[in-house]
């Protein structure tokens, strides 16, 4: 049975929590800009990444340069998702994102995971 989790539009902007849960089991909840534009799985703030990364991931070339790279684990409860996946940090990027108080960006590789979509009022996971 799929299960759906919403949340209504920022300033027209489609923002998600996640919660980042790093090896000891302390847990980080993280307010995520949507970007199906964004290639990758996501995106996170440097500090995070450092204080709950599994491991190291490959590092990557992107339009705001460099972007290193570590395994995450990440969790959304209510619909029962939690996985492993490459996070990445790119000062740049953190930079522009904490302008509108995001702590990093969920992009097209891990939307690809879920049923999303939204109407004019929210947006939507389904897992």
């Known amino acids: 049975m799929s ?3 919403r949340w209504t539009y ?6 998600v929590y996640l919660d ?10 993280k ?3 949507v970007d199906s534009g964004f290639e ?12 709950l990364n599994w491991r190291a991931a490959a590092n990557l070339q992107s339009n705001f ?8 684990q990440i969790e959304i409860s209510v619909i029962q998702f939690k996985k492993h996946i490459p996070c990445y940090t790119n000062a740049n990027l953190e930079i522009a994102l904490a302008q509108e ?6 992009g097209l590789k891990l ?10 009022i929210e947006f939507f996971l389904e897992y």
């Open 3 to 5: 299960r759906r989790q």
């Open 10 to 15: 920022a300033k027209d902007r489609i923002e």
């Open 20 to 29: 980042f849960i790093g090896p000891s089991g302390m847990r980080a909840s």
């Open 31 to 33: 307010r995520m800009l």
């Open 40 to 51: 990758h799985e996501c995106t996170i703030d440097q500090q995070t990444a450092q204080n």
């Open 65 to 72: 340069g460099p972007l290193i790279g570590y395994i995450m």
């Open 101 to 106: 108080k995001f702590e990093g960006l969920i």
């Open 111 to 120: 939307l690809k995971e879920f049923m999303y979509g939204g109407d004019s």
